[in-house]
């Protein structure tokens, strides 16, 4: 481990018996209790500990709710419905579910836009960023599955629009989407096989984050300076210090979710997936759910739909590139000014991209308070992708090559004693 | 400077070029805001209201409408029109539904508690012939599948619906068969106007006047309960998850506060 001693004891006949057989309390120990963590970890460092706990919540609502959901075209809607009427806290289990799914989002984006921020991707923690990609893409997948299942007018023409990506590869593209469908169009048979993977891949998502969580603890957190751990004068132990921090920030996070739950619980949704699906009417205007507007802005933004599938899955493969694209040898954008404001842009450019996303495809761009500007929905969607890409592949390259970096404080603890006493000491940059 | 004059020049440009996005001749015109009962996270039904929404339905609605996700046992349970169960079984018995007697002959007998309501035509075809090629579409989650996503909005839509027939402006091609309403995507709805005249429906005790807006109100309340029949009891138990968190977060805040107070951070 990275940093610090450990020094778990067992204490009785029986920890002491199983800790040379099984050593699984010392892990425990090791890992969730005495793990040092740097002392000066802020609020977005959070949202860790959020995410684990969203996903148990997924997984517990999610069993509740498969033992009454009917996996059936003719009767998948009804069944839900059933589940919100006649199902004892049934509508509960719904409403956390469909609500906890849009939450797991936000605290997905947090997490991984804080990771961009101070530069958590950079070495030695590169394996740790490549399988929150994983995870983040296994979420992606398991969120889609889950939109279908209610077989809703959006989530057959959702399902529709996604599985019909897998026709734009070449030769094989019509044989690999009807054997996607296991039909030759979404139908009972897609739905099935949807629920089936709905249901496996969030055990799969579980076991991806063990990694990820072991990932974590080999390097250690990364932290708001982005500076190496010097010694135990840096650290405090993962307990009481930080479960106390998270559990505050949790409560929190559950109370936004519970205002969505109990006082607006379709507001994330989109209201025709109360409509049964009707494969003879297509809704004027299909949107995805809006976790993944951005990307769907992306795949719109080309007329071919190869390349604009390509694109729309780039988007997301180019974060894999990032700890070898950053030349820097600074990690926290806190002290890089330049990657620092290109950071925001890059915030903003997305931003526009999710709006994007939401609005059909013609047309001048909609911007808030009924505002149309003059700028076709095309063009802008173009100009964006252009420079999300450009931001990954060229700017960010050459910026970090090229930045002169702020003084980097010699150490987590003197930053913190110097921000205490208002006498900063610190060293320049490498 | 230069940054600025750069700014400003877009700012000019944007709005020079800035359009209302204004309805035309088929934007769905954006329906008026209601105050109802429900709103908030206190508001609840208004049981008279909902009873006299279940007769307006009943009716006039379910001639041609479907609500098939809903029992006449939930007229009688908590957070609906609370009729009582005697109420209930009278007013189910008062409706036919189809069965299979003892020789497995298709008959006809009274409705008891455990009944949906009854579908007007047998199937879509049938719907079809009888409402000049249209699909009167089932109203048991019609207030949330119209909803523009935050609560209300479907009751106001469905609201200004029922209420917002009109005479086609001079110039629209209507269709024949089907009616002007500005509120309908494309302006033209083969529904015809559901509520008329004033007093078309007459309730018991006569009271509120049954006016057109007052028997729409009273219905859409009626269609609203019946796509979210928990929703007083999501509110209730939301109140107290709220103050029981609020609380928890609070003394979280402090425990926190105090594992963190002699460490420097």
Not at chain 2, 32 to 43: I, N
Request: glycine residues 6%.
């Amino acid at each position: 481990m990275a940093h610090g001693t450990y020094s778990y004891q067992p204490k009785n006949a029986f920890t002491k018996w199983l800790d040379s057989r099984l050593p699984i309390l010392r892990l425990m120990d090791e890992t969730m209790l005495q793990f040092p963590t740097p002392k000066n970890l802020n609020y977005w460092y959070t949202f860790g500990g959020i995410l684990t706990f969203m996903l148990v919540l997924q997984i517990l609502t999610g069993v509740v709710l498969a033992m009454h959901y009917v996996p059936h075209e003719t009767m998948a809607f009804d069944s839900v419905e059933r589940i919100m009427r006649d199902v004892n806290y049934g509508w509960l289990m719904r409403y956390l579910h469909s609500n906890g799914a849009s939450m797991f989002f936000i605290a997905v984006y947090l997490h991984i836009f804080r990771g961009l921020y101070y530069g958590s991707y950079k070495a030695p923690r590169e394996v740790l960023w490549l399988l929150g990609i994983v995870i983040y893409l296994l979420m992606m997948a398991t969120g889609f599955l889950g939109y279908t299942l209610p077989w809703g007018q959006m989530s057959f023409w959702g399902a529709t629009v996604i599985t019909n990506f897998f026709s734009a590869i070449p030769f094989v593209g019509e044989a690999v989407t009807q054997w996607l469908w296991g039909s030759f169009a979404v139908d009972n048979s897609t739905l099935q096989r949807f629920f089936s993977l709905h249901y496996l891949l969030p055990f799969v998502i579980a076991g991806v984050v063990v990694l990820h969580i072991w990932a974590l603890h080999v390097p250690g957190n990364n932290n708001p300076l982005g500076i190496d751990v010097k010694g135990a004068a840096d650290t405090v132990a993962f307990h009481p210090y930080y479960t106390t921090k998270d559990l505050f920030a949790l409560v929190v996070f559950v109370m936004v979710m519970c205002y969505f739950v109990f006082f607006n619980p379709n507001f994330l949704g989109h209201a025709d997936n109360y409509i049964p699906a009707n494969r003879l009417v297509t809704p004027p205007h299909i949107v995805p759910e809006w976790y993944y507007l951005p990307l769907y802005a992306v795949l719109r933004s080309v007329p071919d739909k190869l390349i604009g599938v390509l694109l729309m899955f780039g988007a997301i493969l180019v974060w894999a590139f990032l700890p070898w694209l950053d030349r820097s040898n600074v990690r926290s954008y806190k002290f890089r000014p330049v990657s620092r404001q290109l950071f925001f842009i890059l915030l903003i450019v997305t931003w526009i991209l999710g709006m994007l996303g939401a609005q059909s495809v013609d047309g001048d761009f909609e911007f808030y308070f009924g505002l149309v500007l003059p700028i076709s929905k095309l063009f802008l969607s173009q100009i964006c992708t252009i420079y999300y890409f450009l931001h990954f592949l060229v700017i960010t390259p050459l910026v970090s090559m090229n930045e002169k970096a702020l003084p980097v404080p010699e150490s987590i603890a003197t930053a913190v004693l110097a921000r205490n006493s208002h006498a900063p000491k610190a060293r320049s940059a490498g | 400077m230069k940054l600025r004059a750069l700014l400003s020049l877009v700012v000019v440009f944007a709005f020079a070029g800035v359009a209302l996005a204004e309805g035309d001749q088929t934007t769905p015109k954006h329906p008026e805001t209601q105050t109802w009962e429900w709103d908030g996270p206190f508001g609840t039904f208004d049981r008279r209201q909902l009873q006299r929404g279940y007769q307006v339905y009943k009716e006039v609605c379910a001639s041609c409408h479907s609500m098939n996700l809903v029992s006449f046992r939930n007229l009688s349970q908590p957070g609906g029109p609370e009729f009582s169960d005697a109420q209930m079984k009278a007013l189910a018995a008062l409706v036919q539904v189809s069965a299979l007697d003892d020789n497995g002959e298709p008959v006809q007998r009274p409705a008891t508690a455990a009944d949906r309501f009854p579908s007007p035509f047998a199937n879509e075809k049938a719907a079809r012939a009888a409402n000049n090629n249209a699909y009167p579409p089932d109203l048991s989650v019609i207030a949330k599948a119209r909803a523009h996503g935050i609560e209300g909005e479907g009751p106001d839509y469905l609201y200004a619906l029922i209420t917002g027939y009109s005479e086609a402006p001079a110039g629209f091609q209507l269709l024949p068969g089907l009616n002007y309403n500005p509120y309908f995507a494309g302006h033209q709805i083969a529904m015809p106007p559901p509520l008329s005249s004033d007093g078309q429906v007459t309730w018991a005790d006569g009271n509120p006047p049954a006016t057109k807006s007052q028997m729409a109100k009273d219905v859409v309340a009626f269609m609203t309960w019946a796509a979210d029949p928990k929703m007083e009891e999501r509110k209730s138990l939301g109140v107290k998850v709220m103050i029981f968190l609020a609380l928890l977060s609070i003394m979280l805040f402090f425990a926190y506060k105090r594992v963190w107070r002699d460490v420097a951070h």
